[in-house]
């Protein structure tokens, strides 16, 4: 536990189930060296990392590699993927995201368009790892609850202080 102007944090600890093709990923090395439990498996998608807490999955490919490999054999690994994972996301890794890049995001936006997949850029893997711990943090059930509760009480607040709100109030008043 660490602590910060007095008040104890725990630091939040997670199980990663991943793909075994990324073993040796930096990814894993990252997740690891932070204390979180890193699982592999065979039987998901290659390339995919799945937080089981908050059933968040994301599937990490390289640019470089899709226009190597063709887009056609990565959309149909990608539709696969988002088949079975309800709540996916797409890391799309670039050093650099440049046109040819962009262009590629838009496809793969446009092909999927209405399913339940989020693309999102990214350079290196600390960004990679901060994003996806920052995702399944947020989405798993006792940040969840909490998140939901301080949107509930600040919108409260917002509408309680609100000068039209007041105003709207008094001609109901008056009109009574």
């Keep these: 536990?660490?602590?910060s102007g007095g008040q104890e944090?725990?630091?939040w600890?997670?199980?990663?189930?991943m793909s075994s093709a990324l073993q040796s990923h930096e990814v894993s090395a990252s997740?690891?060296?932070q204390h979180h439990r890193v699982r592999y498996s065979d039987?998901?998608?290659?390339?995919s990392m799945i937080f089981s807490l908050s059933g968040i999955a994301f599937l990490l490919a390289d640019t470089q590699d899709v226009f190597k490999t063709g887009g056609e054999l990565f959309l149909d690994r990608t539709e696969k993927f988002i088949n079975i994972h309800r709540n996916s996301f797409l890391l799309l890794s670039a050093a650099l995201h440049?046109?040819?890049e962009w262009d590629l995001i838009f496809r793969i936006q446009k092909r999927f368009l209405g399913s339940n997949l989020r693309v999102i850029p990214v350079h290196n893997t600390a960004e990679i790892v901060k994003l996806m711990l920052?995702?399944?943090k947020i989405t798993c059930k006792p940040q969840?609850?909490?998140?939901?509760y301080r949107m509930l009480m600040a919108k409260a607040q917002i509408i309680d202080q609100s000068p039209v709100w007041k105003m709207l109030h008094k001609i109901q008043l008056d009109c009574i």
């Design 144 to 148: 969840i609850d909490n998140i939901r």
């Design 9 to 11: 944090k725990t630091r």
């Design 43 to 47: 039987s998901v998608e290659n390339g």
């Design 134 to 136: 920052t995702i399944a």
């Design 1 to 3: 536990m660490a602590e």
């Design 13 to 17: 600890i997670t199980t990663v189930i």
């Design 98 to 100: 440049g046109p040819k």
């Design 31 to 33: 997740l690891q060296s």
